[in-house]
């Protein structure tokens, strides 16, 4: 079957296509037909003046209207739409919502971030790895920071912070936020040591290929923290043509540097993998369950 997922963030909006492919021993693949990615940096308005500004609105329907030909080109069966901390935030995200129906026929859901973060868990990478440690999900968004240990099979604990590389660009995280995630992170971990953290999101799939790490291997802490001495101390310019950054990349890549860090350090782990998964992989993990649950329900 082909399903889809788009997810609308603070600094980008993304179509995921998937063709899923359930076999007769019980597995499943989720193959990628295609995924797009539009900077519309939401966040930008929203962390600023608390609303979208018509002229994002315009850019979003237009993109949703874009993504709705290409799923029915794709002859997609199914597919999940939702957005995240800048449309949280936003006072006129509930009327943009509507505008979107109206005009594109597509049902987007704001979520909140303990919903953004069990929708990113639902990829399941932990379930992959040794049964008998400790890893702690890390997803940095433009908008929010979700963070999910799981320890031996078991989830311990999933939290969403307001701390994202947009806020943090614009200077909207306060001190007190910064600490409170510090205590969170270093209170709730600490009887899970050691443990290997996760990485999901935009950035650290960015540095993990420009690492140029074989998949599945995972990146030093003090690998990041070279990366982000050296990007941290060059221009955007700079950015741009060393790494062939686009514009939208050499700005929010620090930023997402700082917050791996950051948590990395508070948890006391020493590397990080990137198994290049987010939050629209989620959401087309959970549309094929309820799909497959709502069937060996239906007589």
Request: with cysteine.
């Amino acid at each position: 079957m082909i399903l889809a997922a788009i997810d609308i963030g603070s600094n980008a909006a993304r179509l995921l296509i998937n063709d899923v492919s359930v076999y007769t021993d019980g597995t499943v693949d989720f193959t990628k037909l295609t995924l797009l990615r539009i900077p519309l940096r939401l966040g930008f308005d929203v962390f600023d003046n608390g609303v979208v500004s018509d002229e994002k609105i315009k850019m979003l329907v237009d993109t949703l209207k874009a993504y709705k030909l290409l799923m029915d080109i794709y002859k997609v069966e199914a597919f999940k739409a939702c957005a995240t901390s800048a449309m949280r935030d936003a006072a006129n995200g509930e009327a943009i919502l509507k505008t979107i129906l109206d005009e594109t026929g597509i049902d987007v859901g704001i979520i909140t971030g303990q919903e953004e973060a069990n929708i990113i868990y639902e990829t399941h990478i932990a379930e992959n790895l040794n049964e008998n440690k400790s890893y702690l999900y890390i997803d940095v968004g433009g908008g929010s920071t979700e963070i999910t240990l799981f320890s031996k099979n078991k989830t311990i604990f999933k939290e969403s912070f307001n701390i994202g590389t947009i806020r943090l660009l614009h200077d909207k995280v306060a001190p007190e936020q910064w600490e409170h995630m510090k205590w969170f992170v270093k209170t709730y971990t600490r009887n899970y040591l050691p443990l290997e953290a996760i990485g999901t999101g935009g950035n650290i799939n960015k540095i993990f290929s420009i690492s140029k790490r074989k998949e599945g291997k995972p990146l030093s802490l003090e690998l990041l923290k070279d990366y982000y001495k050296e990007l941290s101390g060059s221009s955007l310019a700079e950015r741009k043509h060393l790494y062939q950054f686009r514009d939208d990349r050499a700005d929010v890549i620090v930023p997402a540097l700082q917050i791996y860090l950051s948590v990395m350090r508070w948890a006391m782990a020493d590397e990080i993998y990137v198994p290049k998964i987010g939050l629209a992989d989620g959401l087309i993990k959970m549309l094929y369950r309820d799909r497959t649950a709502l069937r060996t329900l239906t007589p």
